[in-house]
Every structure is written in structure tokens, then in C-alpha cells.
């Protein structure tokens, strides 16, 4: 009886579909996706709650500024995808000025976020001396 189960069961098993799925994505995309989520999330929180702590915010105002700090981070990195994007195009980049234009983009993108964050900065400060 356990051998005419067993044959069954191959037997069915062998009639289903088997399907693969080459959609998922590849494990440096979702990397990457994981780190614009989360990375930024935690970020967020930790540049929040240092941003309560230098200022000297009362325990129950520290939730405010993280929260803001996060959605900053999400902007600042969506608003910085958008950028490149449309500016890659018009970027001669080769192997003779590669370096150039890594640390030129570290340097405008840095200067992007301190003008794309200040604004939730303010924000999250508001009140505070």
C-alpha cells in the first residue's frame, strides 16, 4: 500500500506544471530597494533623535522629528533618482574622467540634500531656541 502511494503521489507530482519565474528581480536590485527602505528609515530615526537630543527637546517631542527626518530622506533620495536620471544622459562619462564625475556627483549630491532637507529641519525645530 505505501508503494502504491508513493507511486501515486510521483505520479501526480510529475503532472504539475513546474514553472519558473525569472521576474523577481535580481538580488542587487533588491539590494538596493531594501536599502532606499530601510537605510533611509533608519537614517531617519537616528538623525531625529539627534537632532532632538542637540536641541535639547522634551522625550515626548522626539517622535516629530524623526518621523520628519525620514520623510526627508525618502524625498531627498526620490528627488536625487529623478535627477540622475534625467541627467545622465547628457554626461560624457569614460574611463579618462570617471573619477571627475564620481566625486562631482558626491559633491552635488550632498549640497541637494542639505538644500532638499533643510526644509524639514526647520520644521522638526520649530519652537525650539
Known sequence: MKT???LLT??????VPAVALANSG???????????VFGNLLLG???????AWFCGMR?????E?????????YFSGFVGLLALERIRPFIA????????????TVVITYLMTLILEFPFVNFALRGTP
Open 93 to 104: 562619462m569614460d574611463l579618462h574622467n570617471a573619477r571627475f564625475w564620481v566625486w562631482a
Open 59 to 63: 522625550k515626548w517631542r522626539v517622535v
Open 26 to 36: 535580481t538580488a542587487l536590485m533588491w539590494g538596493t530597494a531594501l536599502h532606499l
Open 10 to 15: 510521483t505520479l501526480l507530482l510529475c503532472g
Open 45 to 51: 530615526v537616528l538623525e531625529g533623535r539627534l537632532l
Open 65 to 73: 522629528p524623526m518621523v520628519l527626518m525620514a520623510l526627508a530622506n
Open 4 to 6: 502504491h502511494n508513493t
